[in-house]
């Protein structure tokens, strides 16, 4: 799903590069991708153009489950961007396609003081012209 409402924080957006696309358009799709090695199977994130594990330079995006958990987190209490209003969670996220897997992120869709480690999150994501970034909201509300 898409947050489309007009009323969004402000946001950072990323650098869209050949090497990352996959990862900041995936939810026009609908999909959180990673890069993931054609000869070994492993999940490679951040995107290198070279398996961690295998060497193989066979490497492509693939679509995860959007599903993971969350490994740590912290509650950002500074307001460093105007119009992103504190306080909001800064999270590690596995992957439930490979938990050493782990996505910096957001935790939206509940109370910061109701983010547990080991919580079940599921990808969302807010459009920015033409970048998606993915979220990760409580599995349970989404
Ligand atoms: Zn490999």
């Not at 060497?55 to 995006?61: N, Q, R, T, Y």
């Not at 969670?89 to 910061?112: F, H, K, S, W, Y």
Request: charged content about 20%; proline content about 9%; glycine content about 6%.
């Amino acid at each position: 799903m898409t947050t489309t409402d007009s009323n969004k924080p402000f946001r950072v957006l990323p650098r869209v590069t050949d090497a990352n696309r996959h990862y900041w358009t995936g939810g026009a799709d609908g999909e959180l991708r990673v890069l993931r090695c054609q000869q070994c199977r492993y999940w490679i994130h951040p995107p290198t153009s070279v398996c961690p594990q295998c060497l193989s330079k066979e490497v492509a995006p693939e679509a995860t489950t959007g599903t993971g958990t969350v490994a740590s987190y912290t509650i950002n209490h500074q307001p460093w961007y105007p119009g992103l209003d504190p306080p909001y969670v800064i999270a590690m996220v596995e992957l439930d396609d490979q938990p050493e897997t782990r996505i910096t992120t957001n935790i939206v869709g509940c109370a910061v003081d109701d983010v547990r480690i080991g919580m079940d999150v599921q990808v969302v994501f807010e459009q920015y012209d033409d970048v998606w970034l993915p979220f990760f909201a409580p599995a349970n509300a989404t």
